[in-house]
T-cell receptor, first 110, second 118 residues
Framework: SQQGEEDPQALSIQEGENATMNCSYK?????LQWYRQNSGRGLVHLIL?????REKHSGRLRVTLDTSKKSSSLLITASRAADTASYFC??????????FGKGTLLTVNP | GAVVSQHPSRVICKSGTSVKIECRSL??????MFWYRQFPKKSLMLMAT?????????EQGVEKDKFLINHASLTLSTLTVTSAHPEDSSFYIC??????????????FGQGTRLTVV
C-alpha cells in the first residue's frame, strides 16, 4: 500500500461542528481506507472506499474519493467529544501491506 | 468486527532484558500479521510482516535479530524485543487482515503495547 498524507495535521473544533480532513496519495489505488486511533490505543477501521466509488457514508461519516486529484476527504458531522482522536488514511495498491502517514489530530472541545 | 488481542498493554523492563509481546486473532485465522512501532506524535512505522509457519519479512532498517517475530499458529504471533535498551521504548501495535495477503480488506489492530525500558 502507500501511506496517505493527511491534512491538516491538527484540527480543533467545538462539539456539534463538522470536521473535515483530507488525504492525498501519489500512485493509483484499488481502495482507500480511513482509520481512527484514540490516544494510546490501536487503530480502528472506519471506512473503505473503492477506486470506482466517489462517495460513501457510514453513520456520521462521509468519505469522498477523487481519483483524478488523488485525494480523499473524511467528513465527520455533528462532532462529539468522543470523536477526539487521530485519523489516518491509507490506500491499497499492488501491495497487501498497510502503511500510514502522520495523521490528523482532531480535538473536539465540549 | 474481528478482534485482535494484544498483550501486555504495558510493560516496564530493565535494560538488557528481553520482552515478549503477544498478538492473537480471536475469531479468525490470520495467516499474516503485521507489527508496527509508533513514536509519540508520529505515524505508525511498519516493522515486519509475520507469516504463519515461516520467517517474518522485515522492513528495511529493522533489525531482525533485535526484534524476533514468531508466528507459530494461525491465531498467534509474538514479537520479542531482545536485549532491550531505552531507545527501544515505544508503542508497539500488531494487526491482521482477513485472508492475509490481500489488498481489498480492512485491517484489525491490537490495543497496542507501551514498552518502557529503564
Amino acid at each position: 500500500s502507500q501511506q496517505g498524507e493527511e491534512d491538516p495535521q491538527a484540527l480543533s473544533i467545538q462539539e456539534g461542528e463538522n470536521a473535515t480532513m483530507n488525504c492525498s496519495y501519489k500512485t493509483s489505488i484499488n481502495n482507500l481506507q480511513w482509520y481512527r486511533q484514540n490516544s494510546g490505543r490501536g487503530l480502528v477501521h472506519l471506512i473503505l472506499i473503492r477506486s470506482n466509488e466517489r462517495e460513501k457514508h457510514s453513520g456520521r461519516l462521509r468519505v469522498t474519493l477523487d481519483t483524478s486529484k488523488k485525494s480523499s476527504s473524511l467528513l465527520i458531522t455533528a462532532s462529539r467529544a468522543a470523536d477526539t482522536a487521530s485519523y489516518f488514511c491509507t490506500s491499497g495498491g499492488s501491495n497487501y501491506k498497510l502503511t500510514f502517514g502522520k495523521g490528523t489530530l482532531l480535538t473536539v472541545n465540549p | 468486527g474481528a478482534v485482535v488481542s494484544q498483550h501486555p498493554s504495558r510493560v516496564i523492563c530493565k535494560s538488557g532484558t528481553s520482552v515478549k509481546i503477544e498478538c492473537r486473532s480471536l475469531d479468525f485465522q490470520a495467516t499474516t500479521m503485521f507489527w508496527y512501532r509508533q513514536f509519540p506524535k508520529k505515524s505508525l512505522m511498519l516493522m515486519a510482516t509475520s507469516n504463519e509457519g515461516s520467517k517474518a519479512t522485515y522492513e528495511q532498517g529493522v533489525e531482525k535479530d533485535k526484534f524476533l517475530i514468531n508466528h507459530a499458529s494461525l491465531t498467534l504471533s509474538t514479537l520479542t524485543v531482545t536485549s532491550a535498551h531505552p531507545e527501544d521504548s515505544s508503542f508497539y501495535i500488531c494487526s491482521a487482515r482477513w485472508g492475509g495477503l490481500v489488498q481489498d480488506t480492512e485491517a484489525f489492530f491490537g490495543q497496542g503495547t507501551r514498552l518502557t525500558v529503564v
